[in-house]
């Protein structure tokens, strides 16, 4: 319930449960245990997403070699 309560709180719709990272992030709770704190709003801000921009973008360079040959474009429907 407590999950729940957090989800409606926060109008996080219930389809996140579908996302492939959310067996994950349960996994890793449960693995740390009892007593773990979360992520602040400001290491979210700063620290995690810019951990995650630099993963997208290490990401992207795999494509970047094929960039002159063919062209691209980079689409994304959410920030």
Known sequence: ??????????????????????????SEIVK???????????EFSHGCLDMEVKDYRDCLKIFHNFWDEYGCSVMCDRW
């Open 1 to 26: 319930m407590t999950m729940t309560k957090f989800m409606t709180f926060n109008a996080i719709p219930f389809n996140v449960a579908h996302s492939p990272y959310y067996d994950g992030m349960i």
């Open 32 to 42: 740390i245990g009892p007593g773990v704190q979360g992520p602040t709003t400001y």
